[in-house]
């Protein structure tokens, strides 16, 4: 029996540049900074939601980008 191909084999494979520079664009900002940001911050900054916010903090703080939890 032959493969059909799906309607996701027919999609183009994701750009893996435009799913992190999101991230980059954040990380540039929050490293220019004079304080660390805080989520309310992210929201006001980007228009993300509360949870998106508290994710991008965590992830700056694992890798290092933070040195004081907000």
């Known amino acids: 029996?032959?493969?059909?191909?799906s309607?996701?084999?027919s999609l183009p494979a994701p750009d893996p540049f435009s799913t992190?520079?999101?991230?980059y664009r954040i990380?540039?900002?929050a490293i220019s900074r004079r304080t660390p940001p805080t989520?309310?911050?992210?929201i006001r900054q980007f228009g993300?939601?509360?949870c998106n916010a508290y994710r991008h903090l965590r992830a700056m703080r694992v890798?290092?980008?933070?040195?004081?939890?907000?």
Do not use: F, I, N, Q
């Open 27 to 29: 990380a540039a900002w």
């Open 39 to 42: 989520a309310h911050d992210l």
């Open 7 to 9: 309607y996701t084999d």
């Open 48 to 50: 993300m939601s509360r």
């Open 63 to 70: 890798v290092g980008l933070l040195k004081e939890a907000p």
């Open 1 to 5: 029996m032959k493969r059909r191909d």
């Open 20 to 23: 992190r520079e999101p991230a």
